[in-house]
């Protein structure tokens, strides 16, 4: 089995900042990484699939990068909406498995 | 509208069984591999299990095999989760999920999530 782990734990972060959040795989999952937002009481949202690519209706000011074991996600300038608990994901093999979560919250 | 619509949680003694629903809507269901996510109180996420289009492919977490079953009706358009022998650490919020395509390639990732159904296992 794959092991996720994500970092940090929490994020603190103003509004109009920068914020960048980090996924590690435990083996080589290619490009088969997704990332997910969720906020409370909500069903998570596909934000980024194939470690790079925004899921529709997704803002541009997500993105994502990385391949192999290490991977990243940028929210370029952070909107009060996107505060909020983010997973990464890899599918490139059985079982699927996802990372612990970054909440990142107003700082 | 795309939409997946989960029924058919509750509460259940330990050891006891529950079947779970989710109705799709808005979509070709039969066109889609479909799967089930938990997530426990307060917890991440937890990739339960997967089906294929045509049920021919089946996996599970290590965490539910043999006592959880995947199941679905393309003419119903509709999911199933079979859960027996339930144990307390089945207590969750358990979502259906949709499998992504992307430019007629089939990616992994869940691109349609429904609202969730709660299971609690307690006596």
């Known amino acids: 089995e794959i092991v996720m782990t994500q970092s940090p734990v929490t994020l603190s972060v103003s509004p109009g900042e920068r914020a960048t959040l980090s996924c590690r795989a435990s083996?080589?999952?290619?490009?088969?990484l997704a990332w997910y937002q969720q906020k409370p009481g909500q069903a998570p949202r596909l934000l980024i699939s194939?470690?790079?690519t925004r899921a529709t209706g997704i803002p541009a000011r997500f993105s994502g990068s990385g391949s192999g074991t290490e991977f990243t996600l940028t929210i370029s300038s952070l909107q009060s909406e996107d505060f909020a608990v983010y997973y990464c994901?890899?599918?490139?093999?059985?079982?699927?498995?996802f990372g612990p979560g970054t909440k990142v919250d107003i700082k | 509208e795309v939409q997946l619509v989960e029924s058919g949680g509750g509460l259940v003694q330990p050891g006891g069984s529950l079947r779970l629903s989710c109705a799709a809507s808005?979509?070709?269901?039969?066109?889609?591999?479909m799967n089930w996510v938990r997530q426990a109180p307060g917890k991440g996420l937890e990739w339960v299990s997967y089906?294929?289009?045509?049920?021919?492919?089946?996996y599970y977490a290590d965490s539910v095999k043999g006592r959880f079953t995947i199941s679905r009706d393309n003419a119903k358009n509709s999911l199933y989760l079979q859960m027996d022998s339930l144990r307390a650490e089945d207590t969750a919020v358990y979502y259906c999920?949709?499998?992504?395509?992307?430019?007629?390639?089939?990616?992994?990732?869940?691109?349609?999530w429904g609202q969730g159904t709660m299971v609690t296992v307690s006596s």
């Open positions: 999920a949709r499998d992504l395509w992307v430019a007629n390639i089939h990616e992994g990732a869940f691109d349609i």
């Open positions: 808005g979509f070709s269901f039969g066109n889609y591999e």
């Open positions: 089906i294929s289009t045509t049920s021919g492919t089946i």
């Open positions: 083996q080589s999952v290619s490009s088969n």
């Open positions: 194939g470690a790079s």
């Open positions: 994901q890899h599918y490139n093999n059985w079982p699927l498995t």
